[in-house]
């Protein structure tokens, strides 16, 4: 027992860890216990894989406090990179994932070092630069990524119901890098870079290398969702994958749910999702101005979005209780 | 040996002399005092010795290991570091997270067990019972200490200290006073204060040196210092004058 | 030869466009220290509100200059009082009013959307089409009459900014608000004012814009971007700074057409703004641009 304490890193928590199992166990069983319906069961692998990608641009965004309007170059880069090796059909589809997520963390890092010096709004606006170059090079470079008309990959009949299951285990890794990244010295080393670059050069923080690796590391991972979307629709092009209606998604979902919060941009993507589920239903054309007025709602009043909502009623049940 | 050496360094920005070929030596479990007018480069020299900016020529030297030329945070790792004049807290995490930054990321002797550290160095300073609270609801003199507490958890063999006295009353000085001195004898960290109160800096001080104008014009020990004619003339000047010169005006304003 | 003039008068006719353009969101940014994102939005606004104008009233485009500017005005102004003055200053508002601005820009593109469609739109009149020759290149009426606007606004700016009480106190509260509340300047009525100006000039870019380009509800992005290059280039609040910059990306714009493959050339100024930041070191008006 002793053994297995010197193991667990001081700030993890047993209970969260016990909570984190129960959810990841519900989620899996879920479509054995439910039946679901086939388009029910894929919406969730959807949400899944932009669960995941929203959690990972928080490292950058939310954590080390440089919002990046551009992730959708790895989303991407690591969609079209898998995309390519399918084609091939060489290697096992999640080995395509994770080469293209280690391009997409390379081509993150390779714009990024440079860049990342830029305090503040000077980042985000060369990420929207970088962004739209990158999506303008790919439409165009017919070479790898077909051009406008995109690429097909080869259908596997029984790969897209697994994907459920694949993209919950992902989910569960980034969410526990999520966890581990904010709760280490990694983590602390960030939040200090967002409060006051200088002051935390001054105290010992490699502040180019820790922007460098949650750059490379949020890179990454959305590069794997990139191609576990691929490998979703079997059929990706750049538009879709590079634009910055993409991009905009995942600052959205953060943000809604909770930027620099562990798990509240996996809220946001959640609400995001649903909302356009409900959208595309009813309203399609107002859902990007119904995204903005929210955006400007949780700016003005909840910075935290739905996280800090959900605190703020955390915080009064607990006065209530102490009162009484 | 000395322990920081710092060797014929100057620094210009644009055409401002900020630092001005200024040698020093510092030796193990010694409190060097900084004096000088405002604008005379006293923090732009600190900033150079803690690596924040490069200097325009000379170097600067940690047990005879260059340290010029590194960023701040491997000066850190090497174990030199700096306090800021106005103080500057990460307000985003606790007063204890504020000292758990510097012991995780000080030097590598200091990163065991960064959370029981940070609970030390707040007990030295004491602010133990304010542990968990943010930086903001703070006084002046308690972020002083917060800053002092922060910097010492990196684990330092010298300490620069930016006017750690201004702004707070005559007692809490003494306090921070008898704090310094223990630094020194009980942790043997030897430490460079820069100071605009006299009578606190030549109380602490072993040796005195003083800057003007970015140039040094006087080292020594505290009483011989403020007998010497140029640092008075330095001083004096200063005081009687109604109107700055504008060059000391624009020093004070240009350099950071 | 003729074909390396004609380029070049080219990019100077697009030179005082982009000026105004960028001198729009460099006064907010120098003011305020906002970065607007909706600049954009508020481009798009006003090449609608042109395209509006003369689709339904039959106004000459140049002829609706004014109002749309005023409109421009008014909704900068309602977006400062609204939302903009409610954030905190400085640093810890720096992400947050990018993120605002953001907001309002997608409600401004899906406004556009839900009344105007998609659909690519452009302002033509009937002498869209008709072309003068001057040194021996031709160059359309349009190009001409924008430069000639742009031109005479960024003169006015300029005398504006150096010649009146209004700009004196619009570039004292850039250079340290605090002390001019102390000196009984009123700062918030300056940051709305300018804000107002930004996008009016915004407004009325978008407006000539929509003159010589097509546009739809996503434009205004690739116009904030080359905003942004020029006003990192040419240094916040000079106008012959913004002017200069302006020219330089024209002219590499419009000379990279020579070298570039066509689809590369939109890529030109996203590439020139990411290196324009990496290698422009920082300290516009002392602010840090570096962290």
């Not at chain 1, 880069?77 to 060489?90: H, S």
């Not at chain 2, 012991?103 to 990163?111: D, K, L």
Request: charged share 15%; hydrophobic share 50%.
């Amino acid at each position: 027992m002793s053994a297995l304490r010197r193991l667990r890193p001081d700030w993890l928590s047993p209970s969260a860890a016990a909570a984190f199992l129960v959810t990841i166990g519900l989620l899996h069983a879920l479509p054995h216990v439910f039946q679901l319906s086939p388009y029910d069961h894929n919406q969730i692998t959807l949400a899944f894989i932009f669960l995941a990608a929203a959690l990972a641009w928080n490292w950058i965004g939310g954590f080390a406090g440089q919002v990046s309007f551009g992730h959708a170059a790895m989303f991407g880069v690591g969609g079209f990179v898998a995309a390519r090796i399918a084609q091939a059909q060489l290697v096992p589809f999640w080995l395509t994932w994770l080469v293209g997520g280690v391009a997409a963390g390379a081509y993150g890092l390779a714009w990024g070092h440079p860049t990342l010096r830029l305090r503040g709004p000077y980042f985000s606006i060369a990420t929207i630069g970088v962004g739209e170059a990158t999506r303008l090079v790919a439409t165009y470079w017919q070479g790898f990524t077909g051009g406008a008309s995109g690429l097909a990959l080869p259908i596997d009949a029984g790969l897209k119901h697994a994907l459920y299951w694949y993209a919950l285990y992902f989910l569960a890794l980034v969410a526990i890098g999520s966890y581990a990244i904010r709760n280490s010295r990694v983590g602390l080393g960030l939040m200090s870079i967002k409060s006051d670059v200088e002051a935390a050069a001054d105290v010992g923080v490699p502040v180019v290398f820790s922007q460098d690796l949650v750059l490379f590391l949020s890179s990454a991972v959305v590069g794997v969702a990139g191609g576990i979307y691929a490998s979703y629709f079997s059929f990706i092009e750049p538009t879709d994958m590079f634009g910055f209606d993409r991009s905009i998604s995942f600052v959205l979902m953060a943000v809604i749910g909770g930027v620099g919060t562990v798990f509240g941009p996996a809220l946001g993507a959640v609400v995001f999702v649903l909302l356009r589920l409900y959208l595309i239903a009813t309203y399609p054309h107002l859902y990007l101005g119904l995204y903005g007025a929210l955006l400007v709602l949780v700016v003005l009043f909840e910075p935290l979005g739905i996280s800090g909502l959900i605190f703020r009623v955390a915080r009064r049940l607990r006065a209530q209780r102490s009162a009484t | 040996m000395s322990l920081l050496r710092v060797d014929d360094v100057s620094k210009s920005f644009g055409g401002l002399r900020a630092v001005d070929h200024v040698s020093l030596e510092l030796v193990e479990r010694e409190i060097l005092g900084m004096i000088g007018p405002n604008g005379a480069g006293k923090t732009t020299l600190f900033s150079v010795i803690a690596g924040s900016i490069p200097a325009s020529s000379g170097s600067v030297f940690l047990r005879e290991r260059r340290i010029s030329g590194l960023p701040a945070n491997r000066v850190v790792a090497a174990g030199v570091v700096r306090t800021h004049q106005i103080v500057r807290p990460f307000t985003n995490l606790t007063v204890l997270e504020n000292v758990m930054v510097g012991a995780m990321f000080g030097s590598p002797e200091s990163r065991g067990n960064p959370r029981r550290r940070a609970h030390e160095e707040l007990s030295f300073v004491g602010l133990a019972d304010r542990a968990e609270h943010p930086p903001l609801g703070l006084t002046l003199v308690a972020r002083k200490r917060l800053e002092l507490a922060r910097a010492l958890a990196t684990g330092p063999r010298v300490l620069l200290l930016d006017e750690v006295m201004a702004g707070v009353n005559p007692a809490e000085g003494i306090e921070m006073t008898k704090l310094i001195r223990i630094i020194r004898d009980q942790r043997g960290i030897s430490i460079i204060m820069i100071e605009h109160i006299l009578a606190a800096v030549m109380s602490v001080s072993d040796r005195v040196v003083v800057l003007d104008y970015g140039k040094k014009i006087a080292q020594g020990k505290p009483a011989e210092v403020v007998r010497d004619p140029k640092v008075i003339s330095a001083y004096l000047g200063e005081q009687s004058a109604a109107a700055k010169s504008p060059q000391r005006a624009r020093r004070e304003e240009e350099a950071p | 030869m003729a074909r390396g003039l004609e380029l070049l008068l080219s990019a100077i006719l697009l030179a005082g466009l982009y000026a105004t353009m960028a001198y729009g969101l460099g006064l907010i940014f120098g003011v305020l220290r906002i970065v607007n994102l909706n600049h954009g939005g508020t481009i798009m606004a006003g090449a609608y509100l042109g395209w509006w104008f003369h689709e339904h009233a039959k106004i000459d485009p140049y002829l609706s200059l004014p109002m749309v500017a005023a409109f421009s005005f008014g909704v900068g102004v309602i977006i400062y009082r609204g939302l903009v003055r409610h954030l905190p200053r400085g640093a810890a508002g720096g992400a947050q009013s990018l993120l605002l601005l953001f907001g309002v820009w997608l409600v401004l593109r899906n406004a556009a959307y839900f009344w105007f469609t998609g659909n690519e739109q452009v302002i033509r009149t009937e002498y869209s089409t008709t072309a003068v020759v001057i040194l021996g290149s031709a160059l359309s009426v349009n190009r001409l009459i924008v430069f000639a606007i742009a031109a005479l606004l960024l003169v006015g700016l300029h005398l504006l900014l150096t010649r009146t009480y209004f700009g004196k106190a619009v570039r004292a509260v850039a250079q340290n608000a605090d002390s001019c509340t102390l000196a009984g300047v009123h700062v918030e009525g300056i940051y709305t004012l300018t804000f107002g100006i930004g996008s009016a000039l915004a407004g009325i870019a978008g407006l000539l814009l929509g003159t010589l380009f097509t546009f739809n509800p996503s434009f205004g992005g690739a116009e904030l971007l080359k905003s942004f290059v020029i006003v990192v280039l040419g240094g916040l609040g000079s106008v012959p700074g913004t002017a200069i910059a302006a020219l330089i990306l024209a002219m590499v714009e419009v000379f990279a057409i020579l070298v570039l493959p066509a689809y590369l050339t939109g890529a030109v100024g996203f590439v020139l703004l990411v290196l324009v930041l990496i290698f422009r070191p920082g300290g516009l008006f002392g602010h840090r641009v570096l962290g």
